[in-house]
């Protein structure tokens, strides 16, 4: 893996180009290990400076607090999106491939998010046609979320999502666009004489930062042709869809909407955190995703207890959801064998009828137990609680 290409501004094809952020499969590079103790570092030192004027004064405004709230948080989301990349680097992704909204998808995330984007201020703009692809749901839905983190990062303007079909091939096409330039100045470069533009280096090179090389490896994954262009004040992110369902461009309809969101605070407590499922039916793994659909976790499903060993013994998640009825004794070994591996995970089992939450603290149980019938109302508050506990 070669590190040490520099993309040209204008031409930034990342699905040709993972050099940047490494290829799955390959050791992540040095400019990656780089740009993640910068993320990390950068906001810890300033949360260091404030904490050192809280002990020499004795005093914090609420200003003050929110900031060093902010910076935890900036350097807890640079250590997740850290170990997100390394996952997906190393490769070994189980997908579960089937046919998804896209258009649906993309809308459920921005309802998730109504409160981010409250607190950037920046306005949204949709232009959606109806879409259907076969890809992961849970891949699909992180790769949405992180495109999100990204534009709201860099823009400086309103972002505009825009989803629709090439003609041929038949493909479904999503398109981001944001200015990472405010509006005013962006015209007064427009102003300048021709050949007197300044390329604004320092500001693209931001472009590619940790969030942006998730993306890449994501798309990667997925095999999701991801391009980016970007101009003096101007980024446009497009990703085509290869496997597409819809067979034709009839009965397609385009909805355009205008939104701004006004604040919030941190909505996904647990987003980043990794979950395993072990779910042999469809239909309960449905159950599941959509339950935690608006935390941010990142999910993978298997569907058996040999699968669910190879993938631990790839790196532990920090829980293991798994259906309890779909297996036996194998499980007891299973469990035996991952507490060997590392520190155990988090454990919670969906028992095949009724509305019943355990927690695992109570009755002896050293895990959590949710019943189907509950898996929409409890599950959330169970991973909420198990995590929290420090498994």
């Known amino acids: 893996m070669d590190l040490s290409e520099i993309r040209p501004v204008g031409s930034h094809v990342a699905a040709n180009s993972s050099a940047a952020c490494g290829s799955p499969g390959a050791d992540l590079g040095w400019q990656v290990a ?37 910076e935890l948080q900036q350097a807890r989301r640079a250590s997740i999106v850290g170990q997100q990349i390394t996952r997906l680097a190393h490769g070994g992704i189980q997908q579960q491939h089937e046919t998804v909204s896209l258009t649906q998808v993309l809308r459920d995330v921005l309802s998730q998010r109504a409160e981010d984007l409250a607190a950037r201020g920046i306005g949204v703009k949709q232009v959606l046609r109806s879409a259907e692809i076969i890809v992961d749901a849970s891949l699909l839905s992180a790769f949405m979320h992180a495109v999100l983190d990204w534009s709201l990062r860099h823009a400086r303007t309103p972002v505009e999502f825009r989803l629709d079909m090439k003609t041929w091939p038949v493909h479904a096409r999503f398109v981001c666009r944001f200015g990472h330039l405010p509006a005013d ?8 004489p021709t050949g007197q533009t300044a390329t604004p280096h320092a500001r693209i090179e ?10 890449e490896h994501l798309a990667t994954t997925m095999q999701l042709p991801l391009e980016r262009v970007d101009t003096a004040a101007e980024t446009t992110l497009t990703v085509e869809f290869p496997h597409t369902a819809n067979d034709s461009l009839e009965g397609a309809s385009a909805i355009e909407i205008d939104s701004a969101f006004a604040l919030s605070g941190d ?3 647990l987003s980043g955190s990794h979950v395993l499922v072990i779910a042999t039916r469809r239909d309960v793994r449905n159950q599941i995703r959509h339950a935690v659909a608006h935390m941010g976790l990142m999910l993978d499903f298997v569907t058996s207890i040999e699968a669910a060993l190879e993938f631990c013994q790839q790196g532990l998640p920090h829980a293991i959801i798994y259906e309890a009825a779909a297996y036996d004794r194998s499980l007891e070994r299973f469990r035996d064998d991952v507490s060997q591996l590392g520190d155990p995970p988090a454990w919670i089992e969906i028992t095949e009828q009724g509305e019943a939450f355990e927690v695992s603290s109570f009755g002896g149980t050293s895990m959590a137990r949710v019943g189907r019938d509950a898996i929409l109302s409890s599950l959330p508050s169970a991973l909420m609680f198990e995590l929290a506990r420090g498994h």
């Open 34 to 70: 780089s740009q993640i103790g910068v993320e990390v570092a950068s906001p810890l030192t300033m949360a260091l400076e404030r904490v050192r004027a809280l002990q020499s004064t004795g005093q914090i405004d609420r200003l003050g607090l929110q900031a060093l709230h902010d």
């Open 185 to 192: 100045q962006a015209a007064a470069l427009g102003d300048l």
């Open 206 to 215: 931001a472009l590619d930062c940790l969030t942006w090389c998730l993306l």
């Open 267 to 269: 909505s996904r407590p």
